[in-house]
């Protein structure tokens, strides 16, 4: 019975404002959460409860102080998001900080996974795209509330995207991002910054030649706005994580970079991998314990 009659709200609009009268009488609570989503943000909306909120675990409540902690950097200027105000001049960087939180919660989370999965004393993260050092921001404070010793590369051209350098269909990101500056991501990220963080100017896969080590990869981060740099960086990078290592991509599933979703659609095709795709439009690797 309760199959029909849900069968019936999603099917005819009017027995769907039938129920939401039903709710506002005899279940108001229900009903709220229904006219009220707990979040909206990066194209998507859930009326469910967030992980961050209260009656959850530490790790989740860790996260919340740490956003709050951005907030307050960015408000009180030392923390600078060049990205915003180039970009989105006219949106207040407190409501942005907070339509990317589902993002957040995942670069968070999904660092906290690859510490559970290799079980370091010290973990390596990489980043290939990394602006004003926003992601990263979270990457590191996720290894800081597990109390482990980090090593960052990070890995950005830091001035505006080449022709050479996309599709057809990316060319509409030529010249995108010349208003980053890598000194402006280094002070964003001084405070954490004990000499631990390795900043590499320069575009892929060239800047791959002259500063990568051959350091294993706890967890990469891809968010470069390209198909052949993704691409560039997942050849280059991949014998380089570890059993058990994350890759999280940015770009997967958003609106516009469908060459980016095609090649890495391709590039996993018979790789001993788990994949998962999120609602966020970003996407998950975790290399098999059993690869060669």
């Known amino acids: 019975m309760k199959i029909f009659i849900s069968n019936l709200i999603n099917k005819y609009k009017f027995f769907e ?63 600078h998001l060049s990205q915003f105000i180039n970009m989105y001049p006219d949106k207040k960087a407190s409501d942005f900080l907070y339509e990317l939180k589902w993002r957040h919660y995942i670069v968070y989370s999904t660092v906290q996974i690859s510490i559970n999965n290799n079980n ?42 080449k022709g050479n350098k996309l599709s057809v269909n990316e060319n509409k990101f030529i010249d995108e991002y010349s208003f980053l500056d890598v000194e402006l991501t280094k002070e964003n990220l001084s405070s ?21 080590k051959n350091d294993e990869i706890d967890w990469l981060h891809i968010d470069l706005n390209s198909h052949q740099a993704t691409l560039d960086s997942l050849n280059q990078l991949w014998p380089l994580l570890k059993k058990g290592g994350i890759i999280l991509f940015d770009d997967y599933a958003l609106i516009g970079y469908e060459d980016t979703k095609k090649s890495i659609d391709n590039w996993i095709k018979n790789k001993n991998l788990s994949f998962t795709q999120f609602p966020t439009g970003q996407a998950m690797i975790v290399k098999s314990f059993r690869d060669a």
């Open 17 to 79: 404002y039938l129920y939401v009268i039903y709710l506002s009488i005899f279940n108001s609570k229900k009903i709220s959460y229904m006219l009220k989503p707990t979040f909206k943000g990066w194209g998507m909306i859930t009326s469910n409860y967030l992980p961050w909120t209260e009656d959850y675990s530490d790790a989740e409540s860790n996260f919340e102080i740490i956003d709050k902690k951005l907030l307050k950097l960015v408000e009180s200027k030392k923390f």
């Open 192 to 212: 954490l910054n004990d000499g631990n963080i390795n900043f590499n100017k320069g575009f892929i896969p060239e800047i791959f030649k002259n500063t990568l």
């Open 120 to 161: 370091s004393k010290k973990i390596n993260l990489t980043e290939c795209g990394v602006c004003d050092g926003l992601t990263i921001f979270y990457a590191i404070n996720a290894c800081i509330d597990k109390s482990l010793k980090y090593n960052v590369n990070l890995f950005d051209a830091w001035e505006g995207m």
